[in-house]
């Protein structure tokens, strides 16, 4: 076994704290990575409080995690000791089902082996993630970073990053699409990025306005706050594409009537809480609603090349991994500009 640092939550909603643990020995296909940063989603805190029920302790949280390859198995053919790598969401799947053969992943029917709050394939050890000096994935689970892009800006990209993407090209974000971005925090703001990149109109809804100034160095096109009750009248039946990434509960109906014919919102964001969906908010105008779970691998080291080609990384408040419990409080207050990212170095350090 490999030793590993990190910080742990040991029960629902305490404190990260540090912790030891162990990694397995590589085995002929994965690869050991150095960790060098990892993005904090607010995934992490949804799961760290239970907040989606089904969390196990201790949790080492963390899926937006760059490093470099250490030491590879004898059997690994894409990744060579020292090349800058990346992991994401999961670790691993069944490889077998519909959704895996179609590099589909995070839709495994068997379910995909998350990097953190799972189980690995054995069936026993607890997956934890990348608040932590090392990490052991088979090579199929590991990506490529870009070359180009600072690797502490680049981490976010394997969850925040991808979980925008995804939707916007499977609903055809591009020249002559309106798309709305609703809430602009570690997936907004890289969503934004990647839909003007592509080409689309970007429209901003933030709730409050003092995201206005940032949204447009971001590339959004406009912007409008959704605390202002005109914002509602002024867009109706406007967007043909609306990402909700909300990390709480809001008025669905409200955001659908923003969908012009046949326009669709799709739901990122997780809320805690179920909302409620009226049938005359879909009726009228053939609307749809849809939602969708980060990407494939596939699919992630596409949004990556297409990232470093566009010169798109995320903007960051780099942290050493002793912030890490205020960082969740001010996430909580949408006071991030735009994601935490932790200096692994840091872990070990009093
Ligand atoms: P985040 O950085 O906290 O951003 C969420 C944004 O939502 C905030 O910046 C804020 O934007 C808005 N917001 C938060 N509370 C609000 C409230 N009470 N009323 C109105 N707006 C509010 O979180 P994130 O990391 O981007 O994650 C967002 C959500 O996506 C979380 O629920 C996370 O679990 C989920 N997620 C889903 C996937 C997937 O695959 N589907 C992947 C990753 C994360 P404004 O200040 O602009 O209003
Ligand atoms: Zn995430
Ligand atoms: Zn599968």
Known sequence: MIPAKGYAAKGPGSRLEPYSFQRRDPGDH?????????????????????????????????????????????????????????????????????????????YCRGGMVTTYNGTEKDGKTPTQGGYSDRIVVDENYVLSMPANLPLDRSAPLLCA?????????????????????????????????????????????????????DAKRLGADKFYATADPATFDSLKGYFDLLINTVSSET??????????????????????????????????????????????????????????????SCDIELIPIQGVNEAYQRILKSDVRYRFVIDSKTIGQA
Request: glycine share 14%; with cysteine; aromatic share 6%.
């Open 30 to 106: 994965d690869v050991v990575i150095d960790i060098k940063y990892c993005g904090i989603c607010h995934t992490d805190i949804h799961q760290v409080s239970d907040g989606w029920g089904g969390s196990t302790y201790p949790m080492v949280p963390g899926h937006e995690i760059a490093g470099t390859v250490s030491r590879v198995g004898p059997k690994v053919t894409r990744f060579r000791e020292g090349d800058k790598v990346g992991v994401g969401c999961f670790v691993d799947s069944c490889r077998t089902c519909d959704p895996c053969k179609k590099g589909l992943e995070q």
């Open 161 to 213: 990053g991808v979980t925008l993407y995804s939707p916007l090209v499977h609903w055809k974000a591009g020249p002559g699409k309106k798309v709305g971005i609703i809430g602009l925090g570690g997936l907004g703001h890289v969503g934004v990025k990647i839909a003007h990149a592509l080409g689309a109109e970007v429209t901003v809804l933030s709730h409050s306005p003092a995201k206005r100034d």
């Open 251 to 312: 008025d669905l109906n409200q955001f659908l009537d923003l969908l012009a014919l046949d326009g669709t919102m799709v739901l990122v964001g997780i809320p805690e809480t179920q909302a409620t969906v009226g049938a005359f908010s879909l009726v009228a105008g053939r609307r749809n609603l849809a939602g969708s779970l980060i990407g494939g691998i596939k699919e992630t080291q596409e949004m990556l090349d297409f990232c470093s080609k566009n010169d798109i």
